[in-house]
């Protein structure tokens, strides 16, 4: 009975629990939707005092709701735009870092030219003659002091003469704009450069003051001849600082600004006077100048130091300079210098034969081949490149096609198809494959011959350049799979030193893929180097502006990676070699050395290569044109491996000849290609390789020395003076460890 009564009064509890939580649910939603409409009245009585009607809503508030819905649409897309650009900016040295000044040294110590921006020539603004000034502010910015940094009403102006003259006639972008190109943006002609550019010069001008902005401009443009800024420019053109240039030397450099290459002096004198007069016409038409004051600049126009004899390795400079800008990234933080001193892998000697032997080639057959344009790199087998010919005149194209030209290569791909297959251990050089019809999809390669040679061996389809065979490798590398046979290419080529994107097409394995020249002969490296991958590379050895060594490619550079084994490169460089000797090649055999290397023609014979090497040197030489014009039937065969001949008969004169890699060399064959001692020197003999490390071996020893004598309490008096002999065995002890002669009374 006790348990009954405890359950029914629970059970009341409960119940009369839920039946109050119900009515206090059914009570608050009963006062707050009573609360909500109240106060919704209320706000629609507030609110019906702005109510609008008739025409004004059409024509007033719908716009403006409008306007506020599409402005806040377009903030929010401003901002997601905004992001990367400001992304650039993120490093607190971001001024520092675009004042990189690099001076160059050759191979033996010998200042051959610099890049970058001078920092020890650096003029203060106020000096600047304001006539220059004037001239700058009227042909690029007149607006530079009144604008936010996007002059807006002159690039509506730019837009509407633009769209009259049926192209770009004039540029839009303000001073500000074209800085923050300058210092943290490329080149490149694409809408998010320009979207960009457009937030770092707002950027900018919250940052820094008008002076100092158009003080950086004049500081970091480049104007031509390898130079950066207009001090420098009126160094080069005119033999003067900027302080002490007239209004016609002004006009002509404020002309540069637009276009350094088409208006340069040296190179073209009546276009940049042309230049230099519409710059005046600016000057007088902004209010500037009056036609009287610059009357006299009219009637005797400025002239500049003709500079065209004057054999400056530009191509190789900007490369160099290029690759200093990369290096730079990788050095410790402590590293705080921003002038450097480097000394590079460039040969002058060797860079005037590559020179004189494209030159030689584009007078002599270019006419009959309608070829306008070589490229051509040469490197020692480690990867150090000797010389480079980025076109045939610097002067007239600054483009280099020695390592921003993306073309074709033809057959002289193969040799990454054959070295992949016999890695792949399926393949043996005396292994028989049938040439014969092949498709993939739609595709059907066809040989060069037209025809087709039936069953033959590895070696023979290489040194024939048949078509069809490394088509069908790539099929049996992915076992029927021709796409995972040409990722295994593709893997193997990229492993070797190819750093293009190598678009996957069935007419990969024919070279169908682009490449550089560059990267093509840093690629072929690996064979004589027995399977190793090298770094194309510039530099040496970088010092800082007081000579401390901050870096060495000896030390701090990439090593040699195995990529293949050193069997496949060995079975290639045979291969190869009789690809020279009785193939394809055989305008580039040399006399007396054993030399490997590809033919490569593309289709229509737009392209020609040859890339080879020895067991010295290797060199890859590009021919063809530019807006990819077809050539007369020119083969890689052709001027390609005759040019190629010329520039290597130059490169081995002196020279300690080193085996080819698996090839056994010519009987008898000399040691040393045209010695001094003999009379069969065609060229100057240049210094060995080994003479060039002891000269800087005994360099950097003499240098140590002379910091040490700095630090020394007795710096009053020289080491002779101090020490006469120990100075003299001190010397003679360097130069015998530099060359490997023992002391006297010791053995080796």
Known sequence: ????????????????????????????????????????????????????????????VEPASEAATWGMAGLIVMLALAVPAFRDTSDEDWLKKSELAVTFLDRYGNEVGARGIKHNDSVPLEAF?????????????????????????GTFRALLTNARAGGVVQGGSSITQQLAKNLFLSNERTIERKVKEAFLAMWLETRLPKNEILKLYLDRAYLGGGTYGVDAAAQYYFNKSVRDVNLAESAMLAGLFKAP??????????????????????????????????????????????????????????????????????????????????????????????????????????????????AAVLMDVDGTVRAM???R??????????????????????????????????????????????????????????????????????????????????????????????????????????????????????GAAEVTVLDHTGGFATFPNAGKAVLPHAALEVRSATGEVIWRFD????????????????????????????????????????????????????????????GNFVAGVWAGNDDYAPTNRMTGGSMPAMTWREIMVAAHQ????????????????????????????TTQAFLTRRGTEVLVRVERLMEDASRALAKSPSRGKSVEQ????AAQDAVASAIRGSVGVAPQGRGN
């Open 129 to 153: 003659p304001d006539h220059l000034i004037k001239a700058v502010l009227a042909t690029e910015d007149r607006r530079f002091y009144e604008h936010f940094g996007i002059d807006v009403p």
């Open 722 to 725: 101090r020490d006469p002999k």
């Open 261 to 374: 290459t088409r208006f340069a002096p040296h190179i073209n004198l009546p276009a940049a006077r042309a230049r230099a007069n519409v710059v005046l016409d600016n000057m007088v038409e902004s209010g500037m100048m009056t036609e009287g004051q610059v009357f006299g600049a009219r009637r005797n126009p400025a002239y500049a130091l003709d500079r065209r004899d004057e054999r400056t390795p530009s191509y190789y400079l900007d490369w160099a300079f290029e690759e200093m800008r990369r290096l730079v990234e990788t050095f410790p933080k402590s590293v705080t210098e921003r002038v450097f001193v480097v000394r590079t892998g460039l040969d002058p000697n060797l860079q005037r034969a590559a020179d004189a032997a494209v030159e030689n080639s584009l007078r002599q057959y270019g006419p009959s081949y309608k070829a306008k344009q070589i």
């Open 654 to 681: 002196g020279v300690e000849l080193k085996n080819l890699y698996g090839v056994a060399p010519f009987p008898n064959a000399p040691t040393v290609v045209g010695d001094a001692h003999s009379g069969d020197a």
């Open 1 to 60: 009975m006790l348990g009954d009564f405890f359950s029914d009064d629970l059970k009341r509890k409960v119940r009369n629990f839920f039946l109050d939580l119900d009515a206090r649910i059914d009570s608050g939603l009963f006062h707050s939707g009573q609360n909500f409409r109240e106060y919704y009245e209320r706000f629609s009585t507030y609110m019906d005092r702005f109510h609008v009607a008739g025409w004004k809503r059409w024509l007033v």
């Open 393 to 510: 005149d610097y002067g007239i194209s600054q483009f280099n096609r020695a390592t921003d030209a993306l073309r074709q290569p033809g057959s002289s791909f193969k040799p990454y198809v054959y070295a992949t297959a016999l890695a792949s251990g399926g393949f043996k050089p005396n292994s028989f494959v049938v040439d014969g019809p092949v498709c993939v999809g739609n595709w059907c390669p066809k040989n060069y011959s037209g025809g087709y040679s039936g069953s033959t061996t590895i070696t023979n389809a290489l040194v024939r350049s048949i078509n069809t065979i490394p088509v069908k490798l790539s099929i049996a590398l992915g076992k029927g799979n021709a796409k995972v046979g040409r990722a295994m290419i593709v893997a193997t080529a990229r492993k070797m030193g190819l750093r293009t994107p190598l678009t996957d097409t069935p007419s990969l394995p024919i």
């Open 389 to 391: 010919v980025g076109g």
């Open 555 to 614: 030390r701090d550079g990439k090593k040699p990676v195995q990529v293949i084994p050193a069997q496949v490169a060995a079975d290639i460089n045979v291969i190869l070699n009789k690809a020279v000797e009785e193939g394809t090649g055989r305008r580039a055999q040399l006399d007396g050395i054993k030399a490997a290397g590809k033919t490569g023609t593309t289709n229509n014979y737009r392209d020609a290569w040859f890339v080879g090497y020895t």
